[in-house]
């Protein structure tokens, strides 16, 4: 099955993504995911339906699907394409139609003609119509209730009531089209505003998504084999291309350095602002930029599959994911329209027959019902909020694999540590070690053993790199014990930790060797503590969050890390399995954060309430992880915790005010404290004061 993955404009908030999604449902199409925020429309496509039929569907509700790769910036768009030139459109018309409002002058009497005030307010209402109608129509057929129904009826029922009155010359008192036309050209208006306000929240990854798209110099050869560089935009990169990085350039994909050194700035992708050293045979992410220095390299990975085109994707991915919170916006949205189009017709009767106000008035307050409560503010109340709050972590270097996490954060009571790379750096050193046989011959053993291991110590013994290791007819790896293996001859060999002697428990040295069952040495390593360990855990005991170190490293290895730490709790000598179920019973007790970068944490990372990865961790590691620091550490693991409570925090606030502003608003409009015209401009100001709530995130102090 095939993921089709769509841009489409026009949806303004979660109740414009719920027509979408529910079009596309009754198409018969699974996981389907709707971004109100950025427009992005994915699902998995089935063998019936046709990418231009669900395209005309779209279109019919009042939305369109864009074709990114056929717009350039030279393609020329109609006038009235978006809400900012609407406005400008609709402005000059209602400013005129306005004018009558004020005290009568030999300039402004001829405007009292039902006739002029006709022809001034058909312009806005055919366009009004055009875009509001048209959609509201479309949602209504499709059995979903747009926000634009509400606008749609409020300025048509106006404009009807207008009509008649300037048709059976009723008088100045059944006229209301500027009514008709301020809701209209308010509403671009605060579409608008809206529109500028939602991009602001998107600014961080729409400056990860720019640094996607840079000038690169390949490398080439002529028919005499001379060296060639020519420009080529980074997008027709391929993999095994040639290039040459100059100083001050952004890295154009994904690559390894063949000569050179210099030093690289990767705080586009991991937050980190001090420059790293690189050399010949590392690797450089598309994205980051040469501070210094000059590099050949080729590509290894390019386009949509680099390390940023993947953050790209991770982020928008978890802005897509709903929350149980924007799952109940979302509810309510749903049944907002028919109960506020219900509340506006109680509004008219009730002012009419129980408080004898006049058709006009009572027809005007109903209509500032209708207006006021359109349900933008509740749909993007949640997204608005993750989108920044995702943006400024992607930013600094925390990777958010679904919007979830960024709620779990709250709950998190106590977090869980492996050792080994997580705490301290995987950087092992040989400090001593011990043989019976010769020398030479057991380091050939263990380097031919630890080769084929994926734990972080296994590449500690490259030093050892000999000619002559040992090709294996047998080689198995047990997570959490160690490695054995058979040679051609039929001898077992054995490195592990103490689990591998048969005796109860001997953890005075970290690796063990056998060879058919005795011990023919031992090896001592030395792991150095990340030097933002100590801080780190200083902060979680402040905020009150319980440490557990779970390691499948020796107790005497362990309690030496906890004491310089102040680590809360222990665990030791754990196999996956005892992780897992470790993990599994520390849940039971309080939500629970697994941090951990190697292959025997993935099943642990995978059962925490939020499991924790690293950038460097084992791939599988980072599959099953919720959250990943990009900055090859812990120290970005405050930010994380601090970001998450803040979003959810700024998330409750934008509930709170949408739900707050419609109690209050809904009876105000119903009593004529609000004309039409004052209700479209709050309407849009909801909007507006929502936006600016979530956007606070990118400056907001978390820590």
């Known amino acids: 099955m095939e993921t089709i993955v769509w841009k489409v404009e026009g949806m303004t908030c979660s109740n414009c993504a719920l027509s979408v999604s529910n079009y596309l449902k009754k198409e018969g199409l699974a996981d389907i995911k709707v971004n109100p925020i950025t427009g992005v429309v994915s699902f998995i496509a089935n063998a019936i339906s046709k990418e231009d039929v669900l395209k005309a569907g779209i279109k019919k509700i009042g939305y369109k699907v864009v074709d990114e790769s056929a717009e350039t910036s030279t393609t020329k768009k109609p006038f009235l394409h978006d809400n900012k030139n609407r406005f400008l459109y609709t402005l000059p018309f209602t400013l005129i139609l306005m004018l009558h409002m004020l005290p009568m002058s030999t300039y402004t009497h001829w405007l009292m003609n039902p006739w002029v005030q006709l022809a001034l307010c058909l312009p806005v209402f055919a366009i009004g119509i055009y875009f509001f109608g048209r959609s509201a129509a479309n949602s209504l057929m499709h059995g979903t209730a747009n926000m634009n129904v509400l606008i749609t009826v409020g300025s048509l029922a106006s404009f ?13 008192h059944y006229l209301f089209f500027e009514t008709t036309a301020s809701i209209i050209t308010l509403v671009f208006f605060g579409n608008y505003l809206e529109e500028v306000s939602i991009q602001s929240t998107q600014k961080a990854v729409r400056s990860l998504t720019a640094s996607q798209k840079v000038m690169a110099n390949m490398i080439a050869f002529d028919d005499e084999h001379k060296e060639q560089i020519f420009p080529l935009e980074n997008i027709y990169l391929k993999s095994g291309d040639l290039l040459l990085i100059k100083n001050g350039e952004q890295v154009p994909a994904d690559c390894k350095i063949l000569w050179g050194d210099c030093l690289v700035n990767e705080a586009i992708v991991t937050g980190e602002s001090l420059p790293l050293a690189k050399t010949k045979k590392d690797f450089l992410i598309g994205g980051s930029v040469i501070a210094d220095g000059l590099v050949k390299a080729q590509v290894t990975v390019a386009g949509k599959d680099t390390v940023l085109s993947g953050i790209v994707k991770m982020v928008e991915n978890a802005q897509a994911e709903k929350q149980p919170m924007q799952l109940l916006a979302d509810k309510i949205s749903a049944i907002f329209v028919p109960v506020v189009l219900a509340l506006a017709v109680l509004t008219f009767l009730l002012n009419y027959f129980a408080f004898h106000i006049s058709s006009g008035d009572s027809l005007m307050r109903a209509i500032a019902v209708l207006v006021i409560s359109c349900p933008c503010a509740m749909g993007l109340a949640t997204p608005a909020a993750i989108a920044v709050g995702l943006g400024r972590a992607a930013k600094q270097g925390v990777l958010f694999k679904n919007a979830l996490a960024l709620e779990l954060f709250k709950t998190i009571k106590q977090v869980v540590f492996d050792k080994t790379g997580t705490l301290t750096t995987g950087n092992f050193t040989i400090q001593n070690f011990h043989t019976t046989i010769d020398e030479i011959e057991f380091k050939n053993i263990v380097y031919s053993l630890e080769k084929f291991s994926n734990h972080p110590i296994a590449k500690t013994f490259a030093a050892w790199n000999t000619s002559t290791y040992i090709a294996w007819k047998k080689i198995e790896e047990i997570k959490g014990i160690g490695i054995k293996a058979t040679d051609k ?50 902060w979680l005991h402040k905020k009150s969050i319980k440490t557990i170190l779970l390691s499948g490293d020796t107790k005497i290895k362990c309690d030496i890390i906890a004491k310089q730490l102040g680590i809360d709790e222990i665990f030791v000598e754990q196999t996956p399995i005892q992780k897992l179920e470790k993990i599994a019973q520390l849940n039971l007790i309080s939500p629970t954060a697994m941090i951990g970068d190697g292959i025997n944490d993935a099943p642990a990372l995978a059962k925490a309430t939020l499991g924790i990865s690293l950038s460097d961790a084992s791939h599988i590691a980072m599959q099953s992880a919720d959250v990943i620091l990009m900055n090859s550490g812990i120290k970005n693991l405050p930010l994380a915790f601090g970001l998450g409570k803040h979003t959810f925090t700024t998330i409750q606030q934008n509930l709170f005010w949408a739900f707050f502003y419609n109690i209050v608003a809904i009876p105000i409009a119903a009593f004529g404290l609000l004309t039409p015209t004052l209700a479209a401009l709050a309407m849009g100001f909801s909007d507006i004061v929502l936006a600016a709530n979530s956007v606070r995130l990118f400056v907001k102090k978390v820590l």
């Open 160 to 172: 009807v009531y207008s009509l008649v009155g300037a048709t059976l010359q009723l008088g100045e």
């Open 489 to 538: 001859e039929g001898n077992a060999f054995e490195a592990g930790s103490f689990k591998i002697l048969n005796i109860e428990n001997n953890d005075e040295h970290n690796i063990y060797v056998l060879k058919n069952g005795e011990e023919i040495g031992w090896i001592d390593l030395q792991d150095e503590i990340r030097p933002e360990a100590k801080e780190v855990i200083t």
